[in-house]
């Protein structure tokens, strides 16, 4: 069984918009904290979003405030990653992840569990 289950991304112009979506699965989904980390080319990964399992507290890297929100669905077990005024910049393979009973700072260790990875290419 797959934890979590991503959809969403694609290619979009500058300035465009796009929804990323994931799922989570598995007995202990309600208990997740969730969040979405990026990897552009050549580059770490890092946490762009995130929010904790309360779905009280969350966090934005500072290169996506004011143009990305993440927020959460319980009932659904989901996390959607809104992005608009997407730039060059964001372009990058976008992940779902998960920690079980995580906190507000549970994206600075790694996630029990990783998405498959989604796509977005933004040109200029």
């Known amino acids: 069984q797959v934890p979590l289950s991503e959809s969403g991304g694609g290619l979009v112009q500058a300035g465009g918009s796009l929804r990323l979506s994931c799922v989570a699965s598995g007995r202990l989904a309600s208990k997740y904290a969730m969040g979405w980390f990026r990897q552009p080319p050549g580059k770490e990964r890092e946490c762009v979003a995130a929010?904790?399992?309360?779905?009280?507290?969350?966090y934005y890297e500072d290169s996506v405030k004011g143009r990305f929100t993440i927020s959460r669905d319980a009932a659904k077990n989901s996390v959607y990653l809104q992005m608009n005024s997407l730039k060059p910049e964001d372009t990058a393979v976008y992940y779902c992840a998960s920690k079980i009973w995580g906190s507000s700072t549970w994206f600075q260790r790694p996630p029990d569990y990783w998405g498959q990875g989604t796509q977005v290419t933004v040109s200029s």
């Open positions: 929010i904790d399992w309360t779905g009280d507290i969350t």
